[in-house]
């Protein structure tokens, strides 16, 4: 299963001083990044960083390429709850020098997901509460109205230049509220009532 990222909500750029991107901004993860419940999450060597924010994450259907807004439905499997593990000392740094992103946000356990969800259980993507918790307490709490980009303008643009295949998993963006973990927290995220995954960061 390959994954391709684009970018945050609106409310996120607004609280980190963000610009609002014309396009959404895509960067890979490895398929070693993927974990599920009851896999603990890994802080990279040496980072002192380490971020979670909460994210829809849509899953491919069938393959396609250069596909239209108005048929991107057609193309969707169903969905999961992800989250998006940043190793954000190291990104801040790439973001200054111009480097690459891939090893601060695809490196190993960067991307805790939860089961999968029919395509009939969420049929408006574009109206899911997104919400995590550290250690229990609030920490996101937004909808997926909020994002920049819809879900049809994502996976066009990423099918544009990448061919997207069956199973491919494609994240959305996360609300304002993104926080740094540490060794030993319980994060804990879900939409709204619908799906709900807990994990922790191990100790190191």
């Not at 980190?16 to 419940?37: D, N």
């Not at 259907?61 to 193309?75: F, L, Q, R």
């Not at 997901?113 to 029919?118: N, S």
Request: aromatic share 8%.
């Amino acid at each position: 299963m390959s994954s391709q990222y684009p970018m945050v909500s609106r409310d996120l750029a607004k609280a980190t001083g963000a610009s609002i991107p014309k396009k959404p901004l895509v960067f890979l993860k490895a398929t070693s990044a993927y974990i599920e419940e009851g896999t603990p999450i890994q802080t990279p060597p040496e980072c002192k960083e380490l971020f979670q924010e909460v994210e829809l994450g849509v899953i491919i259907g069938k393959t396609g390429s250069k596909i239209p807004k108005a048929s991107v439905m057609d193309y969707i499997g169903g969905y999961t709850l992800a989250l998006d593990m940043t190793a954000m000392d190291f990104l801040r740094e790439a973001r200054q020098t111009g480097g690459s992103w891939e090893l601060y946000k695809g490196f190993d356990t960067a991307c805790p997901v939860g089961k999968f969800i029919p395509k009939a259980k969420i049929p408006d993507p574009h109206n899911v509460g997104l919400w995590s918790k550290v250690n229990g307490e609030l920490k996101q709490n937004g909808n997926s109205k909020d994002l920049i980009f819809d879900v049809p303008t994502i996976i066009s643009h990423v099918s544009n230049y990448m061919t997207v295949e069956e199973g491919d998993l494609i994240l959305t963006g996360s609300p304002a509220g993104i926080c740094q973990v540490n060794p030993g927290d319980k994060i804990t995220c879900g939409f709204s009532d619908i799906a709900e995954m807990t994990f922790h960061v191990a100790d190191k």
